[in-house]
């Protein structure tokens, strides 16, 4: 089974502070992904990462950066949590290849909130 | 305008019925289509992909009609355990196999005893 894993299910922080969210999958997938999810929005992409150092913005990624030094880890950073920033993180992870990129299997998710 | 639209409920049917999700897409040149579940406080999984001939699985049926782009889901004799968000989903695929899924905002499904 795909295990994606999530450091955190809950998180509270404030204003200011530097956040990170840390994100392992167990399958050795090429591909890695962090959405933020929210109400009447639906799931909306942050960033991406197809190989390790490498990276791409997904829709929304002001206020946001990652770190993919390992091919199992997939780091989603906020420099300076604001408010607008509280919402459910989650990541996802799928393999390369032809059809590959369609599955992503996700983790529980990381509900953040910011004070 | 938003790249995948669903309704977002919720519907509220009662066990054995059946009922039907609909999506609209606004990219043409979307070439994976794909229904996600996401049941209450936890992750969205791969409920089944959607193919241009119809596929079907158990009592879950998808089309695609890409002329009028536009997905459906039927779900026959509703279960209690069908009650959930259903995720309308797209993959843009880009040069080589790097692509991204573009997600619709789901619909909620509540099946009542």
């Known amino acids: 089974d795909v295990k994606v894993t999530q450091s955190s299910r809950y998180l509270v922080k404030r204003t200011g502070e530097k956040v990170f969210l840390e994100c392992v999958q167990d399958m050795d997938h090429e591909n890695m992904f962090w959405y933020r999810q929210d109400p009447g929005l639906g799931l909306r992409l942050i960033y991406f990462?197809?190989?390790?150092?490498?990276?791409e913005k997904g829709d929304i990624p002001e206020g946001y950066s990652v770190s993919r030094e390992k091919k199992e880890r997939f780091s989603l950073i906020l420099e300076s949590a604001s408010t607008n920033q509280t919402s459910m993180y989650l990541c996802?992870?799928?393999?390369?290849?032809?059809?590959?990129?369609?599955?992503?299997?996700f983790g529980p998710g990381t509900r953040l909130t910011v004070l | 305008r938003k790249e995948v639209e669903q309704d977002p409920g919720p519907f509220n049917v009662p066990e054995g019925a059946t009922v039907a999700f609909n999506c609209t897409y606004s990219n043409s040149a979307s070439q994976s289509f794909f229904w996600y579940r996401q049941d209450c406080r936890k992750e969205p999984k791969l409920l089944m992909s959607?193919?241009?001939s119809g596929n079907e699985d158990g009592r879950f049926t998808a089309q695609l009609n890409r002329a009028s782009q536009y997905i459906s889901l039927l779900i026959r004799d509703s279960k209690l355990s069908d009650s959930a968000t259903y995720l309308c989903?797209?993959?843009?695929?880009?040069?080589?196999?790097?692509?991204?899924?573009?997600f619709g905002q789901g619909t909620t499904l509540q099946v009542k005893p």
């Open positions: 996802a992870s799928s393999p390369q290849g032809v059809g590959g990129p369609d599955t992503q299997y």
């Open positions: 959607v193919y241009s």
């Open positions: 990462s197809y190989d390790v150092k490498m990276k």
């Open positions: 989903v797209v993959n843009h695929r880009g040069s080589g196999n790097t692509g991204k899924l573009i």
